[in-house]
């Protein structure tokens, strides 16, 4: 075996599965199926310190076991499918991260037990969803990571300067961050202004969290309100089968109220056919300002093309792992159940193609895909320097490796959070 | 509004003279001039003006009065020219020119000129400076630059222990913390002034500065940077005694940044109660008065300041936050008298007396260890914490951290006069020189009766008496 093509892997002390990399390619360059058995060798080990996808085996395997579902090479698919098996772990670098999650997610859609998978995948998590576990993975990501902060942060900026001036206010939040985003709001409005403002928020989760979660939760956003001397009420709405059920009622929308609708990670879990309904529904609140963040992924519009729709779901993939990894210390739990959560999320979208829950479809959409959608019956509100440079002070206090694309003058709107150069969030602001 | 007319570089046209109810008060908290005072209400374009004192001769123009006086010697002018006009020299203050704001009545002038051109930018005023760091925004040059130099610098510690170099993921966590669920079981216990007071008392050497408006974001104050310049301990000291308090009323009672108004201010305190026992009621109380054991009489210097010989000291005492909060009787249970009701409330079951009163002392005593002797400190830390509200020490618990600088107060005035009072600094290094006499005196007299004022008690009066005093 040649193994003079590779640069030999630096000898670093690792105490898992190490495969050698070079022989699973090598293998398939000569298109010889018989099982190489060079594998549990800790002698030559993967070098941690590289950049996750350097090798790129991963993703080449990835790629073509992709490919062989699509084709239906059941012999292709299975000898990938092994081959993978041998090389990935879940607790080894980048690439055995990716190898290990699409693994099981490629398993699902070759098997065609994807529905299952998924729930028995949920139903573990939620056993360990306490609110402690939650708050302290939330907080902990939070602090070393700006993906979720952005949004709030450019959101919150948003809102305030949308109601400034109210004495009612009622934000309607339509996200699973757990009521992150708000502290932040409510300590600008205790300082900010002579007259602090009655604040109405209502929360509707889509995911499956726990209900004890949220009420704790609820519990803690009125103390610290109370904390705060703003007037506060908040109300949950959890259990919605489909955000489409929204009604003026059901949030209890008054009329003296002006009314900021918060969408954090929100209208990805619309059904596409839906999501047309649900943006008009937003404007019969006739809202003061409508604030959405999303990810910058298309899952959608290459649904019908599992290659494609992989290829995607491999790049996001790829760059959140990345991120993660430099993110966070080297072993952090908060880390790992970060990427659980995200391989529930990758099964969900390779594997499951019926209707599993409402709340846990995830088709999402480029920035400029929302564009369009809202565009119908709203139109962008840019940013304002103010918040621009609160955002840009914001991405200071974290690692390096994180940069504000600023809001196009033309047709895309909002601005992009992009790491490495690679936007990865995209928030955005939009008035009736 | 009355537009100033600036002729031969004065200020004329007062509006007419402003008649509050005559204040008590000695020093005068802003927005509450004195009756006397000639009312100045100047256009907002001539407030921002930069040069409006005119030399009359030359046409020059100056930022302040005192600048042009100075120009104007070199004038050579008659003696009758270098005169002021016919007035003699009133005091001014300023309303604002913005009308919707409480200080455009001429009641709640303010009395200085700088103060009122600060003021006018930062409530009316356009937000022209801006910090690098955290984007925070600031209408007065003085302000962002001061914020400037401790931006990033300083750190935001939780109750329950963790760290926070960032405000907005300190201000997240806080909402989640589980000390706050504790802490709002002791708002409702108390008032709600209280969480705000209590949480504040971890920001010691919290900045009095314009963000102090907002009462509840104080509670996000940093704590003070371990740099201690020479200024520093006397505002850890005296944010122990007022930091509490919620420094929306220090700033009533300060104004902007003026510790030396902070200082005159604690300085009788601490000179009062140090007149307590040593002069008049010393010597009265426990030999002639024969008190009740209600140790207020002794740090209810609102009730009965005039046992004491200094007439000054009492008029101060009743602006002190504190004789307010002794008055009610402690009600508003802030860090300092929650010291003293440990004595006299002794049987009230106050949640946060007690924890304030250990967690201050522990704190005072780290204070005051890193400042003064630490044995003599340290000793009566110690002891105090054991038994905060046994007889013998019912002394110890409010002198655990102020111990020393009363202590010293006693000790001086007894053997100086009271006006070393007045001159006693809260500087360490005075502290620490007359701690060194003291250093024998205090354990005489045993675990209960404990001879930490260190003044020779015997040499005054008779023992026996003490101990029934105490």
């Given amino acids: 075996m040649d193994i003079s093509f590779f640069s030999p892997p630096e000898t670093t002390t690792f105490f898992h599965k190490n495969p050698q990399k070079n022989d699973p390619y090598l293998d398939m360059q000569s298109t010889n199926n018989q099982p190489q058995s060079s594998h549990t060798s800790t002698s030559i080990s993967s070098d941690s310190g590289e950049p996750c996808g350097d090798g790129k085996w991963a993703s080449r395997l990835l790629r073509e076991c992709a490919t062989a579902i699509s084709d239906k090479d059941s012999t292709k698919i299975r000898h990938l499918l092994w081959m993978l098996n041998e090389l990935a772990s879940p607790y080894g670098d980048c690439d055995q991260k990716l190898a290990s999650y699409f693994l099981q997610a490629l398993f699902c859609k070759a098997t065609e037990s994807g529905q299952r998978c998924y729930k028995t995948l949920a139903s573990v998590a939620e056993k360990s969803h306490s609110f402690d576990a939650a708050r302290k993975l939330i907080l902990k990501f939070q602090e070393v990571s700006p993906w979720t902060t952005f949004g709030h942060v450019a959101s919150n900026g948003a809102i305030l300067e949308a109601l400034d001036g109210e004495n009612k206010l009622h934000i309607v939040d339509i996200s699973n961050t757990l009521c992150t985003q708000w502290p932040t709001l409510l300590e600008a409005l205790a300082t900010r202004n002579d007259e602090t403002p009655h604040l109405k928020l209502t929360v509707v989760i889509t995911a499956s969290i726990a209900k004890p979660v949220m009420k704790e939760i609820a519990q803690r956003m009125e103390k610290f309100a109370r904390l705060m001397g703003v007037p506060f009420e908040f109300n949950l709405i959890s259990g919605l089968s489909h955000l489409g059920g929204l009604t003026k009622q059901n949030l209890n929308i008054q009329d003296d109220e002006a009314i900021a609708i918060n969408c954090i990670g929100a209208l990805r879990r619309v059904q596409v056919e839906e999501r047309t309904a649900v943006i008009h529904m937003f404007q019969s609140f006739q809202p003061r300002i409508v604030t959405v963040v999303e990810e910058e992924a298309d899952f959608t519009s290459s649904k019908n093309d599992f290659v494609k729709c992989f290829e995607e779901c491999l790049r996001f993939t790829t760059l959140y792992f990345e991120m993660l990894e430099e993110s966070f210390p080297p072993t952090s739990n908060e880390r790992l159940m970060l990427e659980r959560e995200c391989s529930r999320s990758i099964v969900r979208v390779l594997a499951c193609d019926d209707e599993i829950g409402e709340g846990d479809r995830e088709c999402r959409e480029r920035g400029s895909q929302w564009t369009e959608r809202l565009r119908e019956a709203f139109s962008p509100v840019s940013y304002s320097d103010d918040v621009v440079d609160d955002v840009k002070a914001l991405l200071k206090r974290y690692r390096t490796g994180w940069s504000l694309q600023p809001q196009q003058a033309d047709h895309e709107s909002g601005i992009y959070l992009a790491w490495k150069e690679e936007p990865v969030v995209w928030a955005s602001a939009w008035k009736p | ?470």
């Fill in chain 2, 1 to 470: 509004m009355t537009e100033e007319v600036i002729s031969s570089g004065f200020i004329q046209t007062p509006i007419g003279e402003a008649n509050p109810p005559p204040l008590k008060k000695k020093r005068n908290l802003p927005g509450t001039p004195d009756p006397e005072a000639e009312v100045i209400a100047l256009s907002p374009k001539t407030l921002m003006a930069t040069n409006r004192f005119l030399c009359e001769i030359c046409g020059k123009g100056f930022q302040r009065d005192q600048n042009l006086q100075l120009h104007r010697r070199g004038h050579n002018l008659p003696w009758k020219l270098k005169q002021r006009t016919s007035k003699e020299v009133r005091k001014r203050v300023y309303v604002c020119p913005e009308k919707s704001c409480v200080h455009h009545h001429p009641s709640r002038a303010l009395g200085d000129l700088t103060g009122i051109k600060k003021h006018f930018c930062r409530k009316h005023g356009e937000k022209k400076w801006k910090c690098e760091k955290c984007s925070k925004r600031y209408a007065v040059q003085s302000d962002w630059k001061a914020h400037s130099k401790t931006c990033g610098t300083r750190e935001y510690k939780c109750d329950c222990g963790t760290i926070f170099s960032r405000r907005d993921s300190f201000i997240t966590h806080r909402a989640f913390c589980d000390a706050l669920a504790e802490e709002t079981a002791r708002v409702t216990a108390a008032s709600n002034v209280v969480a705000a007071n209590s949480i504040n008392y971890h920001f010691v050497g919290a900045s009095l500065g314009p963000g102090m408006g907002q009462h509840f974001a104080s509670m996000f104050k940093p704590i003070s940077t371990n740099n201690e310049t020479p200024a520093n301990p006397i505002r850890q000291g005296l944010s122990l005694w007022m930091g509490g308090h919620g420094l929306s009323q220090t700033q009533e009672s300060i104004g902007n940044n003026n510790l030396q108004e902070i200082h005159h201010q604690l300085n009788p305190a601490v000179s009062t109660s140090g007149l307590v026992f040593t002069t008049d009621p010393f010597v009265s109380v426990p030999c002639s008065n024969s008190p009740p054991i209600n140790y207020p009489l002794n740090w209810d210097f609102g009730n009965k300041p005039s046992s004491n010989s200094s007439e000054e000291l009492t008029n101060n005492i009743s602006s002190l936050p504190l004789s307010n909060v002794a008055k009610d009787g402690g009600s508003q249970v802030i860090s300092v008298p929650s010291l003293f009701s440990t004595q006299h409330q002794s049987h009230q079951t106050h949640s946060t007396a007690n924890m304030s009163a250990t967690a201050l002392l522990q704190k005072a005593a780290q204070m005051g260890a890193t400042t003064t002797d630490p044995s003599f400190l340290g000793s009566f830390g110690l002891k105090c914490n054991d038994s905060q509200i046994q007889d013998g020490n019912r002394y110890c618990s409010p002198y655990g951290g102020t111990a020393t600088s009363v202590a010293t107060a006693l000790q001086s005035s007894v053997t100086d006069h009271l006006s070393t009072l007045n001159e006693l600094q809260m500087y360490p290094s005075k502290r620490r020189h007359i701690q060194v006499d003291q250093d024998s005196t205090p354990t005489t007299g045993g675990g209960q009766t404990r001879d930490f004022l260190g003044v020779g008690i015997q040499s005054i009066c008779h023992p026996s008496s003490i101990n029934g005093w105490i």
